[in-house]
């Protein structure tokens, strides 16, 4: 019997995301034991599509997940991959390249915060003049696609200068995974990790790590700083078992299973180029009611558009965000601290119609509150 069709609801926030809904009925199976082998089975795939998804090597790289959200992989690699006595560098252009800084200032790690401007991608000389500096570096860190604004980072050049040093690069690619291509090894990068409610189109509760199994093993001897989000243990436990050391986000990992499998029938290139299309539609609204977003063009990831309140007493986020979602519509606030922006992402199951009827819908929110359109700086 076919399902009901579940409510749409078009979401523009920075995840979780709009989900189509064969992956939404895909949670609903009868109930299992996760410790049953058909279950450890389902993650053991699991694990090597992830690996896949990123055109990692399965001799090099392996892919250990856990439960919980995104924030838990930068916890992860923050906290099991700097050695003892050593130091990781940030090249930290955004709020949530900051979030490992606070992560690693929470277990008292060593850590250096090369900030750089909001409003643009991190430098890679920048990144290399730290590195000459400081020969205690062992690990750089950055974000892929800073979500807060929608800033794209050059990965693979600042990989290659972290490799040149002989340092772990670790990229947060929660925003970007199975958005925009990424190659682990071509980009440089050692790490990447993601979340089962982002770029996938699944649910919250499964997050996962892919990065080099030799860097994984070597970490065994460095300080254990966690017990539950210790990257080796969980990994150790996987290799040896199959299973997560404890219980698994058991619906969620149905709903990814069933989520990979629509990743590949679209494939890489078609998913980056809805997403594409998804950001051109909303730049084409954005454009067409005055309003500004806050980032240059060529600096965008495509992923996310930041756009500035306008210069108007009438402007009210909540009324405009109030108006929208009772329509099916979510819009989301920025994150940057010294300007007022809000946030529309294009990840999810959602087309460029889609943006077409958001313009609409947010063009009679700014009437009916009286803001002016063309919108006014
Ligand atoms: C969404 C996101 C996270 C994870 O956030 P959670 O709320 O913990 O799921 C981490 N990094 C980036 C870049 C993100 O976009």
Same mark, same amino acid.
């Given at each position: ?6 409510? =749409?609801?078009?979401?523009?926030? &920075?995840? &979780?995301?709009?989900? @189509? ?12 034991? #996760? ?13 090597? %599509? ?32 700097? /050695? ?36 643009? /991608?991190?430098? /890679? ?23 807060? !604004? ?30 925009? #291509?990424?190659?682990? %090894? ?23 790590v892919v990065g080099r ?10 300080? @254990? ?15 040896? @078992? ?6 698994? #986000? ?18 890489? %290139? ?56 009772? =329509?099916?519509?979510?819009?989301? &606030? ?9 946030r529309l992402c294009t990840?999810?199951?959602?087309? &460029? ?15 009916? !509150?009286?803001?002016?359109? #063309?919108?006014?700086?």
């Open positions: 019997m076919a399902n009901e069709p579940v409510k =749409r609801n078009v979401l523009l926030n &920075p995840g &979780p995301a709009t989900t @189509t809904d064969t992956v939404k009925y895909a949670q609903v199976v009868p109930d299992i034991c #996760p410790r049953e082998k058909e279950f450890g089975d389902i993650m053991r795939n699991m694990r090597g %599509e992830l690996v896949k998804i990123v055109h990692g090597d399965p001799e090099k790289f392996t892919s250990v997940l856990f439960t919980g959200s995104g924030t838990m992989n930068i916890d992860v690699c923050v906290n099991s991959l700097v /050695p003892d006595g050593k130091k990781i560098l940030f090249a930290d252009n955004g709020a949530y390249t900051s979030r490992g800084v606070e992560v690693a200032a929470a277990y008292h790690i060593p850590y250096i915060d090369l900030k750089s401007p909001f409003d643009e /991608p991190v430098d /890679p000389e920048k990144v290399e003049e730290a590195l000459k500096a400081d020969p205690d570096i062992a690990v750089v860190y950055t974000t892929h696609n800073e979500t807060g !604004t929608g800033v794209l980072n050059p990965i693979r050049k600042i990989g290659e200068i972290a490799h040149k040093y002989g340092c772990t690069f670790i990229v947060d690619t929660t925003s970007t995974y199975a958005m925009i #291509p990424i190659d682990i %090894e071509k980009d440089n990068v050692d790490f990447v990790m993601a979340s089962a409610q982002k770029g996938l189109m699944a649910f919250t509760g499964l997050s996962f199994t030799a860097l994984i093993e070597k970490s065994k001897e460095y300080t @254990t700083r966690s017990y539950y989000c210790n990257l080796y243990l969980q990994y150790d436990f996987f290799e040896k @078992t199959g299973e997560m050391h404890f219980t698994p #986000p058991v619906q969620t990992v149905y709903a990814t299973a069933q989520a990979i499998k629509e990743y590949w029938a679209d494939g890489e %290139e078609k998913r980056y180029q809805r997403h594409v299309d998804v950001w051109n539609a909303i730049h084409e609204g954005k454009e067409r009611l005055g309003f500004k977003d806050i980032i240059k063009k060529e600096y965008q990831s495509k992923m996310v558009v930041s756009i500035k309140y306008p210069n108007d007493p009438n402007w009210d986020f909540t009324k405009i965000h109030d108006y929208c979602y009772e =329509r099916g519509f979510t819009i989301y &606030p920025g994150k940057v601290a010294s300007t007022d922006t809000f990840l999810g199951q959602i087309y &460029p119609k889609d943006i077409e009827d958001f313009w609409k819908v947010f063009e009679e929110a700014c009437v009916k !509150t009286g803001v002016s359109i #063309p919108a006014k700086y």
